[in-house]
C-alpha cells in the first residue's frame, strides 16, 4: 500500500517519486494541519460526531487488490449503518475492480488520475470541493500510513476520521489530527484491519476498538450474464486455435511497480516448459508493460501449445470471464491472484517480499507459496514497502520449480476429478 501521489514520468506513478514527494511535502503538511487542528480546537472546541452517520467516506487509493480485501469492511459498514450514504475516493485506474465488485453506488466514487501532474492537480481541487460539499460525517482512511490520505482525510472536513496511527513507534509521521487513531498490527491480515476501522467509529480508549477479531469470509463469486462466460470462451479459441481441447494454465509472471516479488524468469521458463510437455496448454497473461517477459518465456519453450495473452483482455471482467475457461493460475503476489478469489479457478500464488498472513485472498481456492526467511516479509508498512533487499529475493528464488510443479499437478488433477 504505497505513499502517494505525483509523478509525470512516462505518464505514470514512480515510486520513488512517491515516496520522496509524501515524505519531502506530506510531513509539513500534516504538522502544518495538525496545529491548525490544535488551534481551532482551543477557539472553537472539537466537532461533534453525529449518533447515526448519514454519509461516510471511504479513502482506498492504492492497488486493486485491496479493493477485494476490503470487501468484508464494505458489508459490515452497510449492515451497522443501513441507512448511511457510501462514498469513496480511489485513483480512476482501479475504478473498473470498485464497480465490478459492486460495493457502491456509481454516482458515489470520486476518482483522481494519475496520469499526468496537471490532470492530478486538477482532480484532486475537484475531489475536495466534492467532498467538502457532501459534508460527510466519518472519513476512513483505509491507506497504511500515507501522509496525502490522512490530508484528504482532514480537509474532507469530517468530524470523525478514522486512520491507522503509529501510536508509540517510531516514523510514519500522519499528524495528530485523526480522532479515532487505530492501531497498525502487523500480525492481523489487511482485511480483519479495515473491519477494526468500522469498529472504532464509535469506539474510544487508546488504542480504540478492542475488539475481537471477527471470522473472515471469501468474497462472494462474480456473477456473469447469460451466455458471457460462452462467448469470451468461444473468442478466446477463435483467436488462439491451439487453445482448444486442452486444459489451459495461466501464468502470470510480470512483478508489476515491484518487481522483487516476481518469482524468477527461470524458474517461469522451467515450469512453463514442463506443464506443456505434459500436455496442458499454456498461457502467459497481465499487462501490455509485461509483454517482453511473456515473449522471452514464449520463446524459450517453442510450443505450439503456448501463447502470449499479455494485453489481450479489454477488462478486468474479461479476464475473470477467462479465468472460467482455464485450470490453474500460477502467479505472483499481486492483481491477478486477488481477482482470483472471485472465481473458482484454483490458483497459487508466490509471497516472499509481502506475507499471505497480511495479503493472501480469501478464498479456498487460493493456495499460498511462501518461504519465511528471517528477512521476510520485508515489504511493510513500516518501510512504504521499498525493501533493503539487495534484489536476490531468495524467499522466492527457495520456492524450487520442482515444489510448484508438485503442487500445480495436484491441483490439475483435483479439478479433473471434479
Same mark, same amino acid.
Given at each position: 500500500m504505497c505513499s502517494s501521489i505525483l509523478s509525470e514520468l512516462d505518464e505514470a506513478l514512480n515510486i520513488d517519486f512517491q515516496r520522496a514527494v509524501d515524505r519531502i511535502a506530506g510531513v509539513p503538511i500534516c504538522a502544518l494541519l495538525s496545529g491548525f487542528e490544535r488551534f481551532r480546537n482551543v477557539l472553537l472546541g472539537s466537532p461533534v460526531a453525529v449518533a447515526q452517520p448519514r454519509r461516510i467516506l471511504i479513502i482506498l487509493l492504492s492497488e486493486m487488490g485491496s479493493l477485494v480485501l476490503a470487501q468484508p469492511m464494505f458489508a459490515k459498514l452497510k449492515q451497522q449503518y443501513p441507512d448511511a450514504e457510501l462514498h469513496i475516493l480511489m485513483f480512476a485506474k482501479n475504478r473498473e475492480v470498485l464497480d465490478l465488485l459492486?460495493?457502491?453506488? %456509481?454516482?458515489?466514487?470520486? /476518482?483522481?488520475?494519475?496520469?499526468?501532474?496537471?490532470?492530478?492537480?486538477?482532480?484532486?481541487?475537484?475531489?475536495?470541493?466534492?467532498?467538502? !460539499?457532501?459534508?460527510?460525517?466519518?472519513?476512513?482512511?483505509?491507506?497504511?500510513?500515507?501522509?496525502?490520505?490522512?490530508?484528504?482525510?482532514?480537509?474532507?472536513?469530517? +468530524?470523525?476520521r478514522v486512520g491507522f496511527h503509529p501510536h508509540t513507534q517510531e516514523g510514519l509521521y500522519r499528524g495528530s489530527y485523526i480522532t479515532r487513531p487505530v492501531m497498525y498490527n502487523p500480525y492481523r491480515h489487511l482485511s480483519q484491519q479495515f473491519l477494526t476501522m468500522v469498529a472504532a467509529i464509535e469506539a474510544s480508549g487508546t488504542p480504540v476498538a478492542k475488539a475481537v477479531a471477527a471470522e473472515l469470509s471469501a468474497p462472494p463469486l462474480l456473477a456473469?450474464?447469460?451466455?458471457? #462466460?460462452?462467448?469470451?470462451?468461444? *473468442?478466446?479459441?477463435?483467436?488462439? +486455435?491451439?487453445?482448444?481441447?486442452?486444459?489451459?494454465?495461466?501464468?502470470?509472471?510480470?512483478?508489476?511497480?515491484?518487481?522483487?516479488r516476481a518469482w524468477p524468469p527461470e524458474y517461469y521458463k522451467q515450469l512453463c516448459a514442463t506443464l506443456l510437455q505434459e500436455g496442458y496448454a499454456l498461457? #502467459?497473461?497481465?499487462?501490455?508493460?509485461?509483454?517482453?517477459? !511473456?515473449?522471452?518465456?514464449?520463446?524459450?519453450?517453442?510450443? !505450439?501449445?503456448?501463447?502470449?495473452? /499479455?494485453?489481450?483482455?479489454?477488462?478486468?471482467?474479461?479476464?475473470?470471464?477467462?479465468?472460467?475457461?482455464?485450470?490453474?493460475?500460477? /502467479?505472483?503476489?499481486?492483481g491477478p491472484g486477488q481477482f482470483s478469489a472471485l472465481t473458482r479457478l484454483p490458483t497459487l500464488v508466490f509471497f516472499g517480499p509481502e506475507t499471505p498472513a497480511l495479503y493472501s485472498p480469501l478464498a479456498p481456492n487460493i493456495h499460498c507459496l511462501y518461504t519465511a526467511l528471517s528477512c521476510s516479509p520485508c515489504l511493510t508498512a513500516y518501510n512504504h514497502r521499498k525493501s533493503p533487499c539487495?534484489?536476490?529475493?531468495?524467499? #522466492?528464488?527457495?520456492?524450487? +520449480? *520442482?515444489?510448484?510443479?508438485?503442487?500445480? %499437478?495436484?491441483?490439475?488433477? !483435483? *479439478?479433473?476429478?471434479?
Open positions: 459492486g460495493v457502491m453506488p %456509481r454516482g458515489h466514487v470520486i /476518482t483522481i488520475s494519475d496520469k499526468s501532474l496537471g490532470g492530478l492537480a486538477a482532480d484532486m481541487l475537484s475531489a475536495l470541493r466534492v467532498m467538502r !460539499a457532501l459534508k460527510f460525517d466519518v472519513v476512513i482512511d483505509c491507506e497504511l500510513f500515507s501522509r496525502v490520505s490522512s490530508i484528504f482525510a482532514y480537509l474532507s472536513g469530517a +468530524p470523525v456473469f450474464a447469460e451466455g458471457e #462466460l460462452q462467448q469470451a470462451g468461444a *473468442e478466446l479459441h477463435a483467436d488462439f +486455435p491451439a487453445l482448444a481441447g486442452r486444459k489451459l494454465v495461466l501464468v502470470y509472471p510480470d512483478g508489476g511497480i515491484l518487481p522483487i498461457a #502467459l497473461i497481465g499487462l501490455p508493460d509485461a509483454k517482453p517477459l !511473456a515473449q522471452e518465456i514464449v520463446a524459450h519453450c517453442a510450443h !505450439a501449445h503456448c501463447i502470449d495473452l /499479455t494485453g489481450y483482455t479489454k477488462s478486468v471482467r474479461h479476464l475473470l470471464a477467462i479465468f472460467n475457461h482455464a485450470s490453474l493460475l500460477i /502467479t505472483n503476489d499481486g539487495d534484489g536476490d529475493n531468495q524467499c #522466492l528464488k527457495q520456492i524450487t +520449480p *520442482e515444489q510448484v510443479l508438485g503442487k500445480a %499437478r495436484e491441483l490439475l488433477r !483435483a *479439478e479433473h476429478g471434479a
